[in-house]
C-alpha cells in the first residue's frame, strides 16, 4: 500500500476495516455505504461479508448488514416479534372487528415492512394471497410509517434503497419519498393509494417505543370503492396510541 492510496490491501486489513464500519452503526447497513466509507469495491465488500456472515460474526437483514449480537439460534429478532405480536393482538382485534378491512401488523425488516399478522374478510383472500409476506418499505403505509417514526432508518433508505414501484402509483423517486415521510411526521399517519396493490387504498400508523421510534405499524387496507381511509384515522390513530403504550418495555 503506498502513501497515495490508502486502500489496504491484505484480507485481514480489508475485514477490519469492514468490521470496523459496522460497528460504528447500530443499525444494519448496506453494501454501498460500506463500499463508500471503507473504499473498497463493492464486489470485494460483498465477498467479506458473505464469508463473515457464513461465520456467524454478522447477520443479514434483507440487503443491509450488522455485527452478531448472539448466534443465529440465539438471534432476539424473532423473539421480540412473537412478544410483539402477542401483546398487540387484541389490537388488531379491535381494529378488525369495528372496521371489517384488512388489518395488518408489520416491522421492519432491513429494506422491507415483513407482516407479523394479518386480520381479513374472507372475501379478500385472493388479494391477500397475491401479496408478498415483505413489501420494500416505500410501497406501503405500514413501510412509510416505519421510516417516518425512525429517523436513522429514514435516512438510511433515502440514500440507498432501491426505489422501484410495485404499482404505477408507486413513489419512485427520492424527492417524492422524502415528501411523503415529512407527511406522514405530520400527519401522524402513512397512506397507500394503491402503491402496494391496484385497487387498494390503505392507511397505518406507528407504534412507537419510549423514545418515539417505531417498533412497529398497525395497518387498515380495503378496496378503493368501499374503503375511505379518512373514516378510520381516527380510531387507528388511537389505538395505536394505546398499543403504543403497552409495548414500553419491549424496546
Wanted: net charge positive; hydrophobic share 45%; proline share 6%.
Amino acid at each position: 500500500m503506498s502513501a497515495s492510496d490508502p486502500t489496504p490491501r491484505g484480507v485481514a486489513a480489508k475485514l477490519i476495516l469492514v468490521l470496523h464500519e459496522l460497528a460504528a452503526h447500530r443499525e444494519p447497513t448496506g453494501v454501498t455505504h460500506l463500499s463508500r466509507r471503507t473504499r473498497l469495491p463493492k464486489t470485494t465488500v460483498h465477498r467479506l461479508l458473505a464469508d463473515l456472515e457464513a461465520a456467524g460474526v454478522v447477520h443479514r437483514a434483507g440487503r443491509r448488514y450488522a455485527l452478531a449480537q448472539a448466534p443465529a439460534w440465539q438471534d432476539p429478532a424473532p423473539v421480540r416479534e412473537s412478544r410483539l405480536r402477542k401483546v398487540l393482538k387484541p389490537y388488531l382485534l379491535e381494529l378488525y372487528e369495528r372496521s371489517g378491512h384488512v388489518v395488518s401488523l408489520a416491522t421492519a425488516n432491513g429494506d422491507t415492512a415483513r407482516f407479523l399478522d394479518l386480520l381479513y374478510p374472507h372475501r379478500f383472500t385472493e388479494a391477500i394471497l397475491r401479496t408478498a409476506a415483505s413489501v420494500p418499505l416505500h410501497c406501503t403505509a405500514t413501510g412509510k410509517a416505519l421510516l417516518a417514526f425512525d429517523p436513522d432508518a429514514a435516512e438510511r433508505y433515502l440514500r440507498e434503497a432501491d426505489l422501484t414501484p410495485l404499482t404505477r402509483n408507486g413513489i419512485a423517486t427520492r424527492d417524492d419519498l422524502d415528501q411523503a415521510i415529512v407527511e406522514v411526521r405530520l400527519r401522524g399517519v402513512a397512506l397507500d393509494r394503491e402503491e402496494h396493490l391496484l385497487g387498494f387504498w390503505g392507511v397505518a400508523a406507528p407504534v412507537t417505543g419510549r423514545r418515539g421510534t417505531a417498533l412497529a405499524a398497525v395497518g387498515l387496507a380495503g378496496p378503493v370503492r368501499s374503503f375511505q381511509p379518512a373514516e378510520h384515522v381516527a380510531h387507528l390513530r388511537s389505538v395505536a396510541r394505546a398499543a403504543s403504550a403497552a409495548v414500553r418495555g419491549l424496546d
